[in-house]
């Protein structure tokens, strides 16, 4: 629900604060005072495309923000949920703001959103109808979703949604595995030779690393063995490390004896020796078990060699090499059991055809009963809105069957539209082709009065709604906005006296010269004020006394006691 709007340097709105109410709001005042204005302001809100030349001359940027409830609409609240963004009090604050450089910038609640979003998110909280640029009703995939919300079937529309996507998923895959056996054929002889070859190699991950170590003691074994060599010499030879450690140990010894502080170095010198002693013994049998291998260096380099070529084949590393050899191994395995994945995937795809030109059948059905239904629910509005010669149909036609077979697309086996005829003697034709902008926004009143309760926007705007009619068709659309009132926010601008009486919450716009520019206020009635404003609707005259007492009698008449209608 719309509970407050804001406005500032929009067009000659310089600055205006309007509250809204539950039930219905209506906009009276002359003709030129900025109703219309405000409801673009509100188009603005909620994301219609807009130019610098909204922008109230002399002001550098126009801003609007609106307060907007969301507690108990699920739509809204899912689309805040997905993007992280928290209602205050069940309710969020929209901002949309364009500059004169033409920068634009827009909000809801303190995170930025592009124009797209905030015509989606709009969409789950306001309808604008009458306005013929952009009318979703005039879509034909809304009017399937209208029926099929109307039939109560919406729950099956999903589940048949899911089948035929599946359906689409499995005739893919069989389409895959119903490649040429040719091209199959030559998979199947690369694959299997690529996992043999790497079998018969049996590269290991780290392989490499070893066989690089072992390469560089063979090819420098010269070099290592003289360093081994020398190094054993230098420790144990008669003159070495070890013999003057051995020499030097009962000294310190005996040094201890005398100055027990010498006793730690002692140990010290102790743990050397055998330390050396032990490290000498494991450079003798280094030396001693150390050989050059010619015959073992060619082995590690045709070892090299296959490494590589594997590699250069199948990946950058061993890893990815072995990698690609569990992949092949499963792809292998799976084109070698086609026949039987085939046979298996058809009677997959058998069972899905069965299943999903059966939802498709069961669909059809129920949006026939249900566009019967609402033909008859709208003609009988209609009747009463000025229009008693206007026809409607929801106009089902099945996709022409292909080869003996339904077919069906992802909503179903129908093409669904809403065709209608204004005049008598007028063809059907498509509701987007025919309705001016009053007929339409009759046509929508009446679509909406038969669809109150189908869970569609919880705020709805009209617009034009009573142009061209009087009389008994007035009272007809007012009855129809006040029943449609009873479920949802209803905002509208009217000039008939007959509607006006019936509002719960009743805004009058009129224009004003404050200093040396023209200003738009709004102001909302009560009492005798929305008396004499009815007066003035009735006669132009809100002084006249006949006019007076003829707007309290249709107040008394027509109107809602306050608050009754909307308190629910």
């Given at each position: 629900?719309?509970?407050?709007?804001?406005?500032?340097?929009?067009?000659?709105?310089?600055?205006?604060?309007i509250?809204?109410?539950?039930?219905?709001?209506?906009?009276?005042?002359?003709?030129?005072?900025?109703?219309?204005?405000?409801?673009?302001?509100?188009?603005?809100?909620?994301?219609?495309?807009?130019d610098?030349?909204?922008?109230?001359?002399?002001?550098?940027?126009?801003?609007?923000?609106?307060?907007?409830?969301?507690?108990?609409?699920?739509?809204?609240?899912?689309?805040?949920?997905?993007?992280?963004?928290?209602?205050?009090?069940?309710?969020?604050?929209?901002?949309?703001?364009?500059?004169?450089?033409?920068?634009?910038s827009?909000?809801?609640?303190?995170?930025?959103?592009?124009?797209?979003?905030?015509?989606?998110?709009s969409?789950?909280?306001?309808?604008?109808?009458?306005?013929?640029?952009?009318?979703?009703?005039?879509?034909?995939?809304?009017?399937?979703?209208?029926?099929?919300?109307?039939?109560?079937?919406?729950?099956?529309?999903?589940?048949?949604?899911?089948?035929?996507?599946?359906?689409?998923?499995?005739?893919?895959?069989?389409?895959?595995?119903?490649?040429?056996?040719?091209?199959?054929?030559?998979?199947?002889?690369?694959?299997?030779?690529?996992?043999?070859?790497?079998?018969?190699?049996?590269p290991?991950?780290?392989?490499e690393?070893?066989?690089?170590?072992?390469?560089?003691?063979?090819?420098?074994?010269?070099?290592l063995?003289?360093?081994?060599?020398?190094?054993?010499?230098?420790?144990?030879?008669?003159?070495?490390?070890?013999?003057?450690?051995?020499?030097?140990?009962?000294?310190?010894?005996?040094?201890?004896?005398?100055?027990?502080?010498?006793?730690?170095?002692s140990?010290?010198?102790?743990?050397?020796?055998?330390?050396?002693?032990?490290?000498?013994?494991?450079?003798?049998?280094?030396?001693?078990?150390?050989?050059?291998?010619?015959?073992?260096?060619?082995?590690?380099?045709?070892?090299?060699?296959?490494?590589?070529?594997?590699?250069?084949?199948?990946?950058?590393?061993?890893?990815?090499?072995?990698?690609?050899?569990?992949?092949?191994?499963?792809?292998?395995?799976?084109?070698?059991?086609?026949?039987?994945?085939?046979?298996?995937?058809?009677?997959?795809?058998?069972?899905l055809?069965?299943?999903?030109?059966?939802?498709?059948?069961?669909?059809?059905?129920?949006?026939?009963?249900?566009?019967?239904?609402?033909?008859?629910?709208?003609?009988?509005?209609?009747?009463?809105?000025?229009?008693?010669?206007?026809?409607?149909?929801?106009?089902?036609?099945?996709?022409?069957?292909?080869?003996?077979?339904?077919?069906?697309?992802?909503?179903?086996?129908?093409?669904?539209?809403?065709?209608?005829?204004?005049?008598?003697?007028?063809?059907?034709?498509?509701?987007?082709?025919?309705?001016?902008?009053?007929?339409?926004?009759?046509?929508?009143?009446a679509l909406?009065?038969?669809?109150?309760?189908?869970?569609?926007?919880?705020?709805?705007?009209?617009?034009?709604?009573?142009?061209?009619?009087?009389?008994?068709?007035?009272?007809?659309?007012?009855?129809?906005?006040?029943?449609?009132?009873?479920?949802?926010?209803?905002?509208?601008?009217?000039?008939?006296?007959?509607?006006a009486?019936?509002?719960?919450?009743?805004?009058?716009?009129?224009?004003?010269?404050?200093?040396?520019?023209?200003?738009?206020?709004?102001?909302?009635?009560?009492?005798?004020?929305?008396?004499?404003?009815?007066?003035?609707?009735?006669?132009?005259?809100?002084?006249?006394?006949?006019?007076?007492?003829?707007?309290?009698?249709?107040?008394?008449?027509?109107?809602?006691?306050?608050?009754?209608?909307?308190?629910?």
């Amino acid at each position: 629900m719309l509970e407050e709007m804001s406005i500032r340097d929009f067009a000659i709105i310089d600055r205006l604060s309007i509250r809204f109410e539950l039930g219905l709001n209506l906009l009276t005042g002359e003709t030129g005072a900025g109703k219309s204005i405000m409801i673009g302001a509100l188009g603005f809100i909620l994301g219609a495309k807009a130019d610098t030349g909204i922008i109230r001359s002399g002001a550098e940027e126009t801003l609007v923000t609106g307060v907007v409830s969301v507690e108990g609409n699920a739509e809204a609240l899912a689309w805040l949920g997905e993007r992280g963004i928290e209602p205050e009090d069940g309710a969020v604050i929209i901002r949309r703001g364009l500059k004169r450089t033409g920068r634009g910038s827009a909000y809801v609640q303190d995170v930025p959103v592009v124009r797209q979003d905030l015509q989606d998110f709009s969409a789950t909280l306001v309808e604008v109808h009458g306005q013929r640029e952009g009318h979703a009703l005039l879509k034909k995939d809304k009017h399937r979703a209208l029926v099929d919300r109307f039939a109560g079937i919406e729950a099956e529309v999903s589940s048949y949604a899911a089948a035929y996507a599946e359906l689409g998923a499995k005739r893919k895959a069989l389409e895959t595995l119903a490649s040429s056996e040719a091209e199959r054929a030559r998979e199947i002889e690369l694959l299997r030779f690529a996992v043999e070859e790497i079998d018969a190699a049996a590269p290991r991950a780290d392989e490499e690393n070893e066989l690089g170590d072992e390469e560089r003691r063979l090819s420098q074994h010269e070099k290592l063995f003289a360093a081994v060599s020398q190094a054993r010499e230098l420790l144990s030879d008669a003159d070495g490390a070890i013999a003057k450690l051995r020499r030097a140990r009962p000294l310190l010894e005996s040094a201890g004896s005398i100055d027990q502080r010498l006793l730690d170095r002692s140990k010290r010198l102790d743990d050397s020796y055998y330390e050396l002693e032990d490290l000498g013994e494991s450079l003798s049998s280094y030396a001693d078990q150390t050989h050059f291998d010619p015959a073992r260096l060619e082995e590690i380099e045709a070892r090299f060699a296959v490494l590589q070529r594997l590699k250069r084949k199948y990946g950058l590393d061993l890893a990815a090499v072995v990698a690609y050899r569990t992949e092949a191994a499963e792809r292998l395995a799976g084109l070698e059991n086609w026949e039987e994945d085939r046979a298996g995937l058809e009677r997959q795809v058998a069972a899905l055809e069965s299943e999903v030109f059966g939802k498709a059948e069961s669909l059809t059905e129920a949006r026939s009963a249900a566009g019967k239904r609402l033909e008859s629910a709208v003609l009988s509005v209609i009747a009463t809105l000025g229009m008693p010669n206007a026809r409607f149909t929801v106009r089902i036609e099945r996709f022409p069957p292909s080869a003996g077979k339904i077919v069906v697309g992802p909503t179903g086996a129908d093409d669904l539209e809403f065709y209608v005829s204004a005049n008598k003697g007028e063809p059907l034709r498509p509701l987007a082709d025919v309705a001016s902008g009053g007929e339409l926004s009759r046509f929508m009143l009446a679509l909406k009065t038969a669809l109150a309760e189908d869970g569609g926007a919880p705020t709805m705007v009209f617009d034009e709604v009573d142009t061209g009619i009087g009389g008994e068709v007035a009272l007809g659309v007012g009855s129809h906005l006040a029943s449609l009132a009873a479920t949802k926010q209803v905002l509208c601008i009217t000039h008939l006296a007959s509607i006006a009486s019936r509002a719960d919450n009743h805004l009058m716009v009129e224009k004003r010269v404050e200093g040396e520019r023209t200003v738009t206020r709004v102001a909302r009635l009560e009492g005798d004020d929305r008396v004499r404003e009815i007066a003035r609707m009735l006669s132009g005259d809100p002084s006249s006394r006949a006019s007076l007492d003829h707007a309290a009698e249709l107040v008394a008449k027509l109107g809602n006691p306050r608050g009754e209608r909307c308190r629910r």
